[in-house]
């Protein structure tokens, strides 16, 4: 049997503590080497937030960046 899709996400996950807030950030390997994508919780969508010069743009909710379409779409395809 098979237990997941190939290819499989290789990435290693920090945790960056930065104003008051700890941004988990995935920085990916293999076939979607090169994509680094920051997360942070927040307590509700409309708390206020500093954010560190190193993010980018907000990606939440488009699904090519989804683990699942990394899968069918990896990164260096884009």
Do not use: H, M
């Amino acid at each position: 049997d098979v237990l997941c899709e190939k290819p499989i996400i290789e990435k290693n996950r920090y945790k960056i503590s930065f104003a008051g807030l700890i941004w988990e950030v995935d920085e990916f390997f293999r076939e979607n080497k090169g994509l680094v994508v920051a997360e942070v919780e927040l307590e509700n969508e409309g708390q206020r937030f500093e954010k560190p010069d190193w993010v980018g743009d907000e990606v939440t909710g488009d699904p090519k960046y989804f683990n699942s379409n990394l899968v069918i779409n990896p990164y260096i395809k884009w």
